[in-house]
């Protein structure tokens, strides 16, 4: 190998180098800002195991008090089992306080973790009590749970149901599953039970054990007219939304060359001195060679000289 072939050997592998440096450079940059924040998204649960929005008349019917309670209504993360409520009315009974609802138990449970949003209810034997009827109760069942669980990229659920037996106005009723059923009660009122209530969509799911529209006219205890709703074992849930995942740096294909042409990378700085090619002044790599050779046949031919001169001019000295 001369020493051009030497020079432009290196030339062309810093030349590579570099361009390898420099076209890595772009896929290192790459995988460190694709980076994703990893915070998800909260859910949303509640509970509740009754609720209720009555309108109570007195006798004059100039008068509407309003009856709106809830017992262990609940948001996540909570969870509550009072098992008794009772309310106060002005001009009902005096002011006394009565009896909404009594069971063995009422628990109602929301719990909300990163990919999982649920809420749950659970009420056996139960009796509800309206104002003006203090010896009647509304309705009273055996057991009735609720349930709606959002799990993170899940199809929300919605379950509810009424087991056993179900008394309304004092009354034993049969319920239809998912309809409407009206319990109709002489001198007393109506009742209209929807019995368990679903819903879902993509992110949320709410389930409803019974829900009861009451229409009563007691003329008890000062109380002429109840109207209004009331809701036994409602659950609710709304989907967290699940972490993005942080995306791997990417790899090259191993069918891909890197190397760049070498005309696509141009070197910084001053220009390098360009190498001489003796070819371009006439000489080559033999031209020392021949230079040295030349001398030595210069230096014989000119001692051979001396002696021929030396030798004639001993011969005529002796003629």
Do not use: W
């Amino acid at each position: 190998m001369n020493g051009h072939s030497f020079r432009m050997s290196a030339r062309r592998c810093a030349t590579v180098a570099a361009a390898t440096v420099l076209a890595a450079g772009p896929v290192t940059l790459a995988g460190a800002g694709a980076a994703h924040a990893t915070g998800g998204q909260d859910g949303r649960a509640g509970a509740s195991v009754l609720r209720t929005g009555l309108d109570v008349s007195l006798l004059n019917k100039t008068v509407h008090v309003p009856l709106a309670v809830s017992l262990n209504e609940v948001e996540a993360p909570q969870s509550a089992q009072q098992t008794a409520l009772t309310a106060r009315l002005d001009g009902v009974d005096g002011g006394k306080p009565f009896s909404v609802l009594r069971a063995d138990v009422a628990k109602a449970d929301a719990t909300v973790s990163a990919d999982k949003a649920e809420g749950t209810v659970e009420l056996a034997h139960a009796r509800i009590h309206v104002p003006g009827l203090p010896l009647l109760s509304l309705i009273e069942v055996d057991q009735v749970t609720a349930k709606a669980t959002c799990e993170a990229d899940e199809a929300p659920v919605a379950s509810s149901n009424v087991l056993g037996a179900v008394t309304v106005l004092g009354k034993k009723v049969t319920l239809t599953s998912g309809g409407t059923t009206d319990v109709q009660v002489p001198g007393v009122g109506e009742v209209r039970l929807d019995l368990s209530k679903r819903e879902t969509t993509s992110g949320t799911a709410a389930a409803t054990a019974l829900e009861l529209k009451v229409s009563v006219n007691p003329l008890k205890l000062n109380v002429a007219e109840v109207e209004g709703t009331v809701t036994l074992a409602g659950a609710t849930c709304e989907s967290p939304v699940a972490a993005p995942e942080k995306p791997s740096a990417p790899q090259a294909d191993p069918g891909t060359d890197l190397k760049p042409q070498e005309a696509d990378v141009k070197p910084q700085g001053a220009p390098a001195a360009k190498p001489v090619n003796l070819a371009e002044t006439g000489g080559s790599s033999l031209t020392p060679y021949l230079a040295g050779g030349s001398a030595v046949l210069l230096a014989l031919g000119g001692g051979a000289v001396a002696l021929a001169r030396k030798r004639k001019s001993r011969s005529q000295s002796q003629g």
